[in-house]
């Protein structure tokens, strides 16, 4: 019985050599330092102190702040 011939050239790749390309081409992901959920490095913005974040996470923080009172007026 001889061996037939692959259709394609992914038939032709070693199992081992194409997990190895696939675990390089996947993006790097960490943790977003707000949510906590994973965040992808070519995608996230940087807080003030260095760390990852999702845009969106980012904004909220960043809402959710209470502004100074710059008018003068003591409370």
């Not at 959920?37 to 923080?61: M, N, P, Q, S, T």
């Amino acid at each position: 019985m001889g061996m037939r011939k692959s259709k394609t050239h992914f038939e032709q790749v070693p199992l081992e050599l194409a997990r190895r390309v696939a675990e390089k081409a996947a993006p790097a992901l960490i943790s977003c330092a707000i949510c906590g959920k994973a965040v992808v490095l070519e995608k996230c913005k940087i807080d003030e102190k260095g760390l990852a974040v999702h845009e969106d996470c980012y904004f909220r923080k960043l809402a959710s702040r209470r502004l100074p009172d710059f008018s003068g007026k003591r409370k």
